[in-house]
């Protein structure tokens, strides 16, 4: 019963981490503009449009190559971002 019980309370705590977090691998346009600050629809759609060019985000780095995504709009967001190695 303890580890049940512990089990769900691990549970949890891991869904509320990742509240207001996206993955950019599966998040549409709007998703992505919601959970991100700086992001707009224009650089959310981008951001699909990368993926379906090169295939999934591993890093939130990547997205350094989108025009408009700065190191500073990457460091505001970085806890957000859910990515291929960061799940």
Known sequence: MKSLLL?????????????GSVDLNTATAA??????????LAKAQKIIE???RFGPID?????LVIKGIGEKTL?????????????
């Open 7 to 19: 089990g769900l309370m691990l549970s949890a705590v891991s869904m509320v981490g990742l509240a």
């Open 31 to 40: 998703e992505i503009a919601k959970h991100l600050h700086g992001i707009g």
């Open 50 to 52: 990368y993926r379906q």
């Open 59 to 63: 890093t939130p780095e990547e997205l």
């Open 75 to 87: 460091e505001k967001n970085r806890s957000r971002m859910i990515t291929r190695l960061i799940q």
